[in-house]
Nanobody
Framework: QVQLVETGGGAVQPGGSLRLSCAAS????????MGWFRQAPGKEREFVGA????????TYAGSLKGRFTISRDNAKNTVHLQMNSLKPEDTAIYYC??????????????????WGQGTQVTVSS
């Protein structure tokens, strides 16, 4: 089993920044890709971005590229989501997730068997 714990959420004003972290533990050797997803009230969960443990390859949702950056710290088994120039529409619960396979579609939530509990991000003036 893999356990994922997100931290770093909170409230921020528009234009501000937040850095979320996701610490992985357990059978992390089985994880190839770590993804970030978010879910706003009344909306479906959507893909934010993902990173490979092995080669740091990243991919992002097109609308977020340039404002959000994902990085990894293999020594600490942690991935980070740096969010800049935040907008009210970025308000959501943010989840990290782990998938086993490197190949395939990284943006599909159904391909991630492991999920954290989520952390709330609120962007408001």
């Amino acid at each position: 089993q893999v356990q994922l714990v997100e931290t770093g959420g909170g409230a921020v004003q528009p234009g501000g920044s937040l850095r979320l972290s996701c610490a992985a533990s357990g059978s992390i050797f089985s994880i190839s890709v770590m993804g970030w997803f978010r879910q706003a009230p009344g909306k479906e969960r959507e893909f934010v971005g993902a990173i490979s443990w092995s080669d740091s390859k990243t991919t992002y949702a097109g609308s977020l590229k340039g404002r959000f950056t994902i990085s990894r710290d293999n020594a600490k088994n942690t991935v980070h989501l740096q969010m800049n120039s935040l907008k009210p529409e970025d308000t959501a619960i943010y989840y990290c997730a782990g998938r086993l396979m490197y190949g395939g579609v990284w943006s599909a939530s159904s391909n991630y068997p492991y999920w954290g509990q989520g952390t709330q991000v609120t962007v408001s003036s």
